[in-house]
């Protein structure tokens, strides 16, 4: 009499462990046992299929919904009838478990990606959630640490994160350079920079990185226009004195600025070009540091920003010349301008700009931007801003830098290479 429904069968029970020809209904052998049943069955729409009990034999088969019970009782007899019935090639058997754990592979591989995915969303929605790292290319006290420390502080109230400046001078601002490069792109490190990141490639072809595609533009943050002060040791009272000076000692007079490739050198070097003479140059790792040598006359003369040179112009340190903006000074409005001075279209500035790395997210690209912007429009800022020398951006935003970058790079590129500014 044949078991009954529910019951295990005596003699299946007395049997023992399965083989591996065995048919066996648990985790695995159920996939195959399903494709099975459809052959059996083609008329019949099956649903579910469930084993009560792991085991040998097809000893309890529960069939719910469109298979009928009567198909069930034909299932079960036919299994004991044929007894090779229940058995399944090892070769089938093998080729069905792989399939099974490629398909759970694949759904755990997609499962990840997507969890992956839906933080990798929330952190960009979360940002910023720890403070957040500008590194600047020059050292503390020039104008380009001057513009990103007045705009961390800004930045910091409108995150509710602190915005920490480190400062990375050296080697013609490829050592911050290539540290933001290497950076994970993720929005908590910045650089802030100058010209001589448009120029490196020609300044220092050796660097390991492309500064046109490893970093992401985030804005324009502002221009400082230059002062040409002299100290008082070099015999010359007025801009025209100066160059017959130099064409008259050519490379007896020491010039300092804020290393290979700064603005302040590029600007030195396009004078020294347009006016047919030659000085000495002489660098060093920050403006602070130049000027230092300026003031105590072991450097004869320097173009650099105005926020450090004026007050040693006010003070009578030294003597200011010319100022290198197309427009006279705010800050020191009786000096006249190179271009005034037959110096035809000279222009030249310490610009400020934000860079992140390459591939960053631009949901994140975008939320730092807004805080820049929100800076730079803030009254207090600009009036800082005014006070110090510095002239607004025209333009802000990640497209307009772009174009800007690439308009200085081909200004500047081919003097740096000509006059081998590079170090």
Known sequence: MPAALGQPARDDRARGPCTDDDVVIGRVSLHFVL??????????????????????????????????????????????????????????????????????????LAAAASAGLSRFAAAQDAYPDKPVRVVVSYGAGGAIDVVARILAEHMTGTFGKTVLVENKPGAGSTIAADLIARAAPDGYNLLVTG???????????????????????????????????????????DYKSFIAYLKAHPGTVNCGSAGPGSSADLGQMLLAKMENVEFTRVPYRSTPAAVSDLVAGRVGFMMD?????????????VRAFAVSSLQRSRLVPEVPTLDELGLKGFEVGSWQAMLAPAKTPRPVVDRIVKAVEAALNDPAIR????????????????????????????KWGPLAKATGTGG
């Open 383 to 410: 009036a800082r801003y005014i006070e110090l020398g510095y002239n607004l951006p025209q333009k802000t935003g990640p497209e307009a830098l772009s174009a800007f970058l690439a308009a200085e790079a081909a």
């Open 305 to 317: 920003s105005q926020n450090v040179l004026v007050p040693h112009v006010r003070s009578g340190a």
């Open 35 to 108: 494709p099975w049943i459809l052959r059996e069955q083609p008329s019949r729409k099956l649903t579910r299929v469930s084993a009560c009990e792991t085991g040998p034999r097809f000893r309890q088969w529960e069939c719910r919904a469109a298979m009928s019970r009567c198909s069930a009782s034909m299932l079960l007899e036919s299994s004991r009838r044929h007894p090779r019935s229940r058995r399944v090639p090892m070769s089938i058997r093998t080729h069905i478990r792989t399939h099974t754990r490629k398909s759970f592979l694949r759904l755990g």
């Open 195 to 237: 010209m001589a990141h448009s120029v490196i490639p020609e300044l220092f072809p050796q660097v390991t990185f492309d500064p046109a595609t490893a970093f992401q533009p985030i804005s324009h943050l502002g221009l400082m226009p230059f002062v040409l002060a002299v100290h008082p040791s070099v015999p010359a009272t």
